[in-house]
């Protein structure tokens, strides 16, 4: 079948990402014997008018649309991600009879509303596997009826092979998104057992995790750096769970220090010591980011994390006595969160950031259907919209604690410290100039190690954005 696929991600905060999750399907649905085109909107100056071209000129027999995000998840300034599907599927539809199947992040958080609310005909959710090929055939066969829309697995083998690094240069413009400092998504691994009770993860991949071999996740980096990267990045649900995983992942790629960089901002405190950021080191991992969450007990509890403040305290000490600089990642506004638990959390990071740290705080929580969470919400009234509505972004704010006073006592954390970042805060508009000329000015991934230079610089300007 001639088959066309839509990365329409044009999210450009933090940064632009690379739309690896389309890729990968859109080179499994080739491998499967499909002529697959791809229209990435990413850099598009007329998303609309490309889309009319693509269609013009593929003639599609089905149209997939890989769907990332969601929406912007910051409180303080919501915005919407998926606002443009209902129209995009109606433009597909006025322009050709082809099937649309939607898959990607977002679909697996919220599958059967992304169906109904963009009038897609499939939602995938999970790995682009033999469940997306089967789908295909079907299609292609004329045995599979668009009649009823429906969710279906991406992969029902329980066990997906999709190529770790797809061939960027045969699907996107790559050089576009090396030239914005973006990194190489890298997994290593899929699903989450762990239980968070704010996360969407072990919905999105399921609750096995389902590991890659580590010889195989470097060879896939060989590949990556044969297409001209340096930069690549982990991005698994949690990178450093099971930790064995990890150290042998960073033992494969030891051997490619040099001609490649690594990150990761998925590091669970609870298994993050010595041992690893050893073995990090030695890998060349250049910055790593632990999503602490919180420095409260109580807090923690509330979220369900399995680990305390004593774990927090653990793994600060260990990531101090190592040189790779951290973002130490903050969720504030959990049950339990008052005043006096957001001031121990803000001190602790004030303590564990050192020069060339940073501290990403993001106030609220995003709730989504079917996490325990949005059961609290409901439990304490807080939470009336039925799942369907929740493509609407809701968030989770402790009663113990007003919004607006939690968001002041951040906002004044990070007057006065340039190394906090909050999260929906916008980049000054000469962080997005500089993120379209970094490349070029030879800066490197990660962009978040220049933030608190360029904050400074603006504070003695006295310019506020
Ligand atoms: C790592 C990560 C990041 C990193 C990305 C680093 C990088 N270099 O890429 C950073 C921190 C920068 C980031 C930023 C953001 N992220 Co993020 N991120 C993730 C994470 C953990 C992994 C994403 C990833 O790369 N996976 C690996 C790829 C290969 O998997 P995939 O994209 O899912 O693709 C597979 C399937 O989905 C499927 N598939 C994909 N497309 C299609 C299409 C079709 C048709 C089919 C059939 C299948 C299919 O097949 C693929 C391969 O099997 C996910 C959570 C998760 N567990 O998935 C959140 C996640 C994607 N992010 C999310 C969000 C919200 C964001 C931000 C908007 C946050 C913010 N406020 O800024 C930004 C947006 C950035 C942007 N420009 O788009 C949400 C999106 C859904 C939502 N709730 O809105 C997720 C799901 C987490 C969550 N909270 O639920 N993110």
Same mark, same amino acid.
């Given at each position: 079948m001639n088959i066309l696929f839509i990365s329409p991600n044009r999210a450009r905060t933090p940064l632009p990402v690379m739309p690896a999750g389309a890729c990968i399907a859109a080179e499994v649905a080739a491998e499967a014997g499909h002529h697959v085109t791809m229209l990435d909107l990413m850099f598009e100056k007329n998303p609309d008018a490309a889309l009319s071209r693509a269609i013009a000129g593929t003639a599609p027999e089905a149209v997939c649309i890989s769907v990332r995000n969601i929406d912007n998840n910051a409180m303080a300034s919501p915005a919407s991600y998926v606002d443009f599907l209902p129209g995009m599927v109606q433009k597909i539809r006025s322009l050709s009879s082809a099937p649309v199947i939607i898959g990607g992040g977002a679909v697996g958080v919220m599958p059967g509303e992304l169906l109904r609310r963009s009038g897609a005909d499939f939602a995938i959710t999970g790995d682009a596997g033999n469940g997306f090929t089967g789908l295909l055939q079907r299609i292609a066969d004329g045995t599979q009826s668009a009649a009823s829309p429906a969710v279906l697995p991406g992969s029902t083998a329980g066990d997906s092979h999709t190529p770790i690094v797809p061939d960027y240069g045969r699907w996107i413009n790559s050089g576009r998104y090396r030239a914005a400092m973006a990194s190489v998504p890298v997994r290593t691994k899929s699903g989450c057992?762990?239980?968070? %009770? &704010?996360?969407?993860?072990? =919905? +999105?991949? $399921?609750?096995?995790?389902?590991?890659?071999?580590?010889?195989?996740?470097?060879?896939? +980096?060989?590949?990556?750096?044969? @297409?001209? #990267?340096?930069?690549?990045? !982990?991005?698994?649900?949690? #990178?450093?769970?099971?930790?064995?995983?990890?150290?042998?992942?960073?033992?494969?790629?030891?051997?490619?220090?040099? @001609?490649?960089? !690594?990150?990761?901002? /998925?590091?669970?405190?609870? !298994?993050?010591?010595?041992?690893?950021?050893?073995?990090?080191?030695?890998?060349? !991992?250049?910055?790593? $980011?632990?999503?602490?969450?919180?420095?409260?007990?109580?807090?923690?509890?509330?979220?369900?994390?399995? &680990?305390? %403040?004593? /774990?927090?305290?653990?793994?600060?000490?260990?990531? =101090?006595?190592? $040189?790779?600089?951290?973002?130490?990642?903050?969720?504030?506004?959990?049950? $339990?969160?008052?005043?006096?638990?957001v001031r121990q959390t803000l001190a602790f990071a004030e303590g564990a950031m050192r020069p060339g740290d940073m501290g990403y705080i993001t106030c609220g929580i995003r709730l989504y259907p079917g996490t325990p969470l949005a059961q609290t919400a409901r439990a304490e009234g807080l939470l009336a919209a039925t799942p369907d509505e929740m493509l609407e972004p809701f968030f989770y704010c402790s009663p113990a604690i007003p919004f607006p006073a939690m968001q002041n006592m951040v906002e004044d954390a990070a007057r006065r410290n340039p190394q906090f970042h909050i999260a929906g805060e916008r980049h000054p508009r000469f962080a997005n100039s500089l993120l379209k000329i970094g490349g070029l000015l030879g800066l490197r991934p990660p962009l978040w190690q220049y933030s608190p230079m360029m904050k400074r610089t603006l504070n003695v300007l006295s310019f506020h954005p």
């Open positions: 057992g762990f239980a968070c %009770a &704010y996360c969407t993860y072990g =919905s +999105i991949n $399921g609750k096995k995790v389902k590991r890659r071999g580590p010889a195989e996740v470097a060879r896939a +980096i060989e590949k990556g750096i044969a @297409q001209g #990267f340096r930069d690549f990045e !982990f991005v698994d649900d949690v #990178f450093n769970f099971p930790k064995e995983h990890a150290i042998a992942v960073c033992r494969a790629i030891a051997p490619l220090r040099g @001609q490649a960089r !690594f990150q990761c901002l /998925e590091l669970n405190p609870l !298994f993050l010591d010595d041992e690893l950021l050893t073995e990090m080191e030695r890998a060349g !991992f250049n910055a790593i $980011g632990v999503t602490v969450e919180s420095a409260s007990d109580k807090v923690l509890r509330g979220l369900d994390k399995g &680990y305390g %403040a004593k /774990e927090v305290r653990a793994a600060a000490a260990a990531v =101090s006595r190592h $040189g790779i600089r951290c973002m130490w990642l903050f969720m504030l506004g959990g049950p $339990g969160e008052t005043e006096e638990t």
